[in-house]
């Protein structure tokens, strides 16, 4: 059974949707592990039946190097994102683990992807599904 971890932070609202989308697809043949930046973000992702989540820095780092995908949006292999929730730890965990890595184009931060129009949140799951999760 494939490990996917789903990062997110502040609401986790994106963590969230792309969990929905991942349990609809493939139900419960893959183990989803909701890991927030924060208590509030683990909370809505497990709420998206993940099936298991921990919040934290510690949590993070040690989560991802067991896991065999790392999804979240760009943000969580920089170090200050998402309004600094993100810490140099953090990136680097997600940034060193040996897991895919699939990161979805938002950033709140002031950075710019090249080529990158803008494609609205279910566009990217569904392409982030179709495309890159192909067990």
Do not use: W
Not at 69 to 85: D, R
């Amino acid at each position: 059974m494939k490990k996917i971890c789903v990062i997110d932070g502040q609401g986790g609202g994106i963590g969230s949707a792309i969990i929905k989308k991942i349990k609809e697809t493939y139900g419960e043949s893959v183990e989803i592990i909701a890991l927030g930046t924060n208590a509030i973000a683990t909370a809505q992702m497990i709420k998206s039946r993940a099936n298991r989540g921990a919040s934290g820095e510690n949590s993070i780092v040690q989560t991802v190097q067991r896991v065999d995908v790392i999804i979240g949006p760009i943000g969580i292999i920089m170090a200050h994102a998402m309004l600094g929730e993100v810490t140099p730890a953090m990136a680097e965990a997600v940034s060193r683990s040996p897991a895919k890595k699939i990161l979805l184009p938002l950033s709140q931060e002031n950075i710019e992807i090249a080529g990158i129009g803008d494609v609205p949140l279910p566009r990217l799951i569904e392409a982030l599904i179709n495309k890159n999760l192909n067990f």
